[in-house]
């Protein structure tokens, strides 16, 4: 145990301490600010373009808040490592915007809250880093959530989960969080390229 914990990636603490902070931070606003906050398919026709970003701060409960948060705890002790305050804050905010864009045209889904959907999207993204630093697992990790996120569409989520969140889980939200992450490494890798010609040309 104090192996594990020993090596542990505690030079990136600052970044877990300031999303925790975020998520307590969010989740302490009064439920009447929140409802202003949360994604809301209505809302958003009539310009609150905020909710793109702030709806996915947002928590149903202190049992959502908790599962997310210790979710995103987990990913940081397995891929802190490979965080970068910048390059993290601009991933989660494509993420989010793209989430939200998926759940408005492509779902029914009228309103929606929560990290979730952002969570997958980390774990495609440690899971490709691993693989790209030759650790195998990363493989399993990604296979796993693939199968998570197809089993969730065919079958539908946890019924106890939904019931500890006191709301139904949004598994569009999780499909498109992988997407967008997929999306995303799509283009990291497109400009690696780029830059390795130029340099070569060079």
Not at 11 to 28: D, H, R
Not at 100 to 127: E, Q
Not at 161 to 173: G, P
Not at 184 to 195: D, I, P, S
Request: hydrophobic share 50%; charged share 10%.
């Amino acid at each position: 145990m104090r192996h594990i914990i020993q090596n542990l990636p505690w030079q990136k603490w600052p970044i877990l301490a300031f999303y925790i902070s975020l998520f307590t931070f969010f989740m302490l606003i009064p439920a009447e600010g929140q409802s202003w906050l949360r994604y809301n398919y209505t809302e958003l026709q009539n310009q609150q373009s905020w909710r793109i970003i702030t709806g996915h701060f947002i928590h149903t409960n202190w049992y959502h808040y908790v599962l997310n948060t210790g979710a995103f705890i987990a990913l940081w002790a397995l891929h802190g490592k490979f965080y970068q305050g910048r390059k993290l804050f601009s991933f989660i905010i494509m993420n989010a915007c793209l989430i939200t864009a998926y759940i408005y045209f492509f779902t029914d889904i009228g309103v929606y809250s929560g990290f979730s959907g952002i969570l997958h999207g980390l774990i495609v993204w440690g899971a490709i880093q691993d693989i790209q630093h030759k650790d195998k697992t990363g493989y399993l990790l990604l296979l796993g959530v693939f199968a998570k996120v197809i089993y969730e569409m065919l079958y539908g989520a946890s019924a106890a989960t939904a019931s500890m969140i006191q709301a139904d889980v949004a598994v569009e939200a999780h499909l498109a969080g992988v997407l967008a992450a997929l999306l995303y490494m799509f283009g990291e890798l497109v400009k690696a390229k780029q830059l390795e010609m130029n340099n070569n040309q060079d």
